[in-house]
C-alpha cells in the first residue's frame, strides 16, 4: 500500500496566510519552526517536543494538535496520535479537518484495523472528493479486506486439515506410547520372571547343597559310628580271645598234674 508522506509544509502555509489573526496566533512561532525544521530533518523526537512546548501555550488549539500528532505518528505512537488527530477535528479548516481523517486511516492501517481505515478514508473524501492519496489507500484496503475473506475459506480448510493431521499424529503419537508402554511391561516382565527363574534356581541349588552337606553329616556320622561299633568288637573279641586262652591254660594245667602224680620215682637196684 502506498502510503505518502504526512505534508506537515501545509502548516508553514497556514501560519503564513493566516498571519497573527490566524488561528496560530496563539502558538509560539518560534517553537512551531523548530518543530518543523526538526520534523524536515527527520528528527522527530526533538520535532515532537517543539510541537508540544508550543501546545502549552494554547492547549485547544487544533493545529497544535495535529502537529502533535504528526510527530507522534512519525514515531510509530499510533494509539497515542490517534488521540491527537482527533482533538485536531474540532478545527473549522475543512483542510485540516480532511487531511486529520486522512492521517487517521494512516493510523489505524499501521494497527491492521482496517475497518475503521475504511471509515476516516471515506470521510476524508467526503470533504475532498479529489484526494487520490485517500481513494487509492481505500481501495487497496478494500482490496485487502476482500482478499483476507477469500483466503478466510481456505485457512479455515487448512486449519482443518491441519487440525485432522494433528489428530492423526496425536493418536499415532498415542499408539506408539501405548505399544512402547506394553513393550515396557513386557520386558519388565520378562526381567522379573527371569529374575524369580534365577532366584528359584539358586534356591534350589542351596537346597541341593544342603541336602548333600546333610547326607555328607550323616555318612561321617554313620561311618565314626561303625568305627566306634568296630572298636567295641576288637574288645570284646580281645576279652573273649583272652578267657578262652585263660580257660586253655587252666585245663592244660589240670593235665599235667596227673602226670606228676603217676610218676614215681624210680629207684634203682643195687645188684
Known amino acids: 500500500m502506498r502510503m505518502p ?14 498571519g497573527s489573526t490566524s488561528v496560530w496566533a496563539d502558538l509560539n512561532r518560534s517553537k512551531v519552526k523548530a518543530g ?3 520534523f524536515d530533518e527527520s ?16 492547549p485547544e488549539n487544533p493545529l497544535g494538535h495535529y502537529n502533535v500528532a504528526e510527530a507522534l505518528y512519525k514515531n510509530k505512537k499510533y494509539e497515542e496520535a490517534i488521540k491527537s488527530y482527533e482533538k485536531s477535528l474540532n478545527s473549522e479548516d475543512i483542510t ?22 475504511i471509515q476516516n478514508y471515506i470521510k476524508a473524501l467526503e470533504l475532498d472528493p479529489n484526494d487520490q492519496d485517500a481513494k487509492h489507500n481505500l481501495e487497496l484496503v478494500r482490496a485487502k479486506l476482500k482478499e483476507m475473506a477469500d483466503k478466510q475459506p481456505m485457512q479455515n480448510q487448512q486449519q482443518n486439515q491441519q487440525g485432522g493431521q494433528q489428530d492423526q499424529q496425536q493418536q499415532n503419537q498415542q499408539q506408539d506410547q501405548q505399544q512402547a508402554q506394553q513393550q515396557q511391561q513386557q520386558q519388565q516382565g520378562d526381567q522379573d520372571k527371569e529374575q524369580q527363574n534365577q532366584q528359584e534356581q539358586q534356591e534350589q541349588q542351596q537346597d541341593l547343597a544342603k541336602q548333600d552337606e546333610q547326607q555328607k553329616q550323616q555318612g561321617e556320622e ?32 589240670k593235665l599235667r598234674r596227673p602226670e606228676q602224680t603217676a610218676r614215681r620215682p624210680r629207684v634203682e637196684k643195687d645188684w
Open 5 to 18: 508522506e504526512n505534508k506537515i509544509n501545509i502548516i508553514l502555509i497556514l501560519l503564513f496566510a493566516f
Open 36 to 38: 518543523v525544521k526538526a
Open 43 to 58: 528528527q522527530y523526537d526533538k520535532s515532537l517536543q517543539h510541537f508540544q512546548d508550543a501546545l502549552l501555550d494554547d
Open 96 to 117: 485540516l479537518r480532511e487531511k486529520a481523517f486522512y492521517n487517521l486511516g494512516n493510523s489505524y492501517y499501521q494497527m491492521n484495523k482496517y475497518q475503521e481505515a
Open 222 to 253: 554313620k561311618q565314626a559310628q561303625e568305627i566306634d561299633k568296630k572298636k567295641e568288637l576288637s574288645k570284646e573279641e580281645a576279652e573273649r580271645i583272652l578267657q578262652a586262652l585263660r580257660s586253655d591254660e587252666k585245663e592244660n594245667q
